[in-house]
Each structure stands twice: as structure tokens, then as C-alpha cells.
């Protein structure tokens, strides 16, 4: 599954959305960084220019499964990573509504329907913000994404390398029925189930592979922060999503000679 290409009216900024992001454009920011993160990214060179969203209701058509045997359902596969890519596009159009450069801190939250088990809500969110000094700005034209944090996003500023888009692959695999089931004298020893076994590790690689030709096609050097996510989603069974998720870099000079790591007591008052 590959991305899709920009969104078109249908799909940009909603009114309603301008009207919010009027504010930005006068110069009063918003924002769901920490303290911490504001000064790091002030500190990068870049200012944070408002918090920008975007959101999908979509329907998940119905599949037929094959009962005796393990594979993916390719119907919720791509409506779940369509919906996903319609909620990062918007965003995406919001920060280019207000100038931005690039969206950091990317929230990508999924929200389920009680009653309604097909329907499905994907929203994303982050901080759009614009690098101060003009030769920091992508070159694309379209504002970059990533999930990383004020702190991390930072730190590979230093290493030279940047940011340039939120990856993801997805893949929503039907287990077959009997892959789990322990009989006889094994039900009293410890034993792999390797038909289960075989078909989560599939689910996965499907994830994994399509997240990386999405950063192939933004000729990524590599990604960072991947993150897999497990979801048994409302319409039950034995139909489990695999999220691959991570921010795609591409390499450059050093910024800074990078120091050696410091051992740091953290002195805050937390509960354990």
C-alpha cells in the first residue's frame, strides 16, 4: 500500500479549520509541548506555530474469511490505512494553511464506535512549526511529519539528519480457526504453536515491509522510533491489526561534535 498523493478540496482544510488557524496566522501560537520541548526546539531554530489536526470516520467493509487457514484481510487492510492517510493529509494541510515547515510530536490516535462495529475514527495531531533560517526548510515544498518528540527531534538536529515524513504499513491478518489449539498429551507441556506462530510473524513482515517502501519512495536514508502496534479492533474474532509506525530521516553533516553521554540524577518528585 503506498501513499496516497495530496489531498484535494474534498479532503483539505475544512472551514471551520481556517477559522482556528486565522489565529496562527496573527501570531498567537498553539501548542501540546512540553516546556521542555518548546525551549529544545526554540533552541533547534525552529518556533512552533499552532496545533494542527486532522480527522476520518470511515466505514470497514465487510470481509469473508477462510476458516481453515491464516491471511490477510485486504478490505479492513486498506480501509484502515486509508483512514489513517486521510487524518495525516488533513493535518498536513493545516500546517500548510499557516506556513509551517513541518509537523513534530505526531499523535496518531485510533477511536472505536461502541454498537457501530465497523465504523472507526482515526485523528492525528502535532505542532506545526518553521525553521527560522530559510536553508532549514524542506525542499519538497510540503511540510515533513514526524511522531518524534521536542527532545528527540533535537538530538537529530545535532547528528545532521532531519526529518522528512511519518511512515507507516499496516496489515489486518484472520488467524485460522484450530492455530491455537493444544490437544492430547501436549496440553500438558510447554510447546510452540507454530501455525500461530507463523501467522502473526507474517502479519508483521507485511506491516514492517510496507512501512519501509513508503520511506523508500521519500528516498529516506532510514527510520527511527519504529513502534508495532497490536489491535483487536471491534468487529472481534480472530482478525488482529499490525501497526508499523516511525519517522523516515535522511543523513547529512553534523551539526555539532556531539559530547559523550553524562550519567544525570533525575531529582524529580516521582511515585514508584
Request: aromatic share 6%; glycine share 10%.
Amino acid at each position: 500500500m503506498q501513499r496516497r498523493s495530496a489531498p484535494t478540496d474534498e479532503t483539505g482544510v475544512r472551514k471551520t479549520g481556517r477559522e482556528r488557524l486565522q489565529d496562527s496566522k496573527d501570531g498567537l501560537f498553539t501548542s501540546d509541548l512540553t516546556v521542555n520541548e518548546y525551549l529544545l526546539l526554540e533552541d533547534a531554530g525552529y518556533e512552533p506555530l499552532g496545533l494542527v489536526l486532522g480527522s476520518s470516520i470511515y466505514h470497514v467493509g465487510f470481509q469473508r474469511r477462510r476458516l481453515g487457514s491464516s491471511h490477510e484481510l485486504t478490505v479492513p487492510s486498506q480501509a484502515l490505512y486509508h483512514a489513517r492517510e486521510l487524518a495525516m493529509q488533513r493535518m498536513q494541510s493545516e500546517a500548510e494553511e499557516i506556513g509551517a515547515d513541518g509537523v513534530v510530536g505526531v499523535r496518531l490516535d485510533f477511536n472505536g464506535f461502541a454498537g457501530a462495529n465497523h465504523l472507526a475514527e482515526f485523528v492525528a495531531v502535532g505542532t506545526a512549526v518553521r525553521a527560522r533560517a530559510p536553508a532549514n526548510r524542506p525542499a519538497g515544498g510540503r511540510p515533513f511529519t514526524s511522531d518524534l518528540s521536542g527532545q528527540d527531534f533535537w538530538t537529530l538536529l545535532r547528528t545532521g539528519a532531519r526529518p522528512v515524513g511519518l511512515v507507516l504499513g499496516s496489515c489486518v491478518y484472520s488467524v485460522a480457526v484450530g492455530a491455537s489449539r493444544v490437544v492430547g498429551a501436549r496440553m500438558f507441556s510447554n510447546v510452540e504453536l507454530p501455525a500461530l506462530t507463523q501467522a502473526l510473524y507474517d502479519a508483521r513482515e507485511l506491516a514492517m515491509t510496507r512501512m519501509q517502501h513508503e520511506a523508500k519512495a521519500l528516498e529516506a536514508d532510514g527510520i527511527v522510533g519504529v513502534r508495532i502496534h497490536e489491535h483487536r479492533h471491534s468487529w472481534g474474532g480472530r482478525a488482529i491489526e499490525f501497526v508499523a509506525i516511525g519517522t523516515a530521516i535522511v543523513r547529512g553533516a553534523p551539526a555539532t561534535a556531539l559530547e559523550s553521554p553524562m550519567t544525570v540524577l533525575d531529582l524529580n518528585d516521582s511515585e514508584r
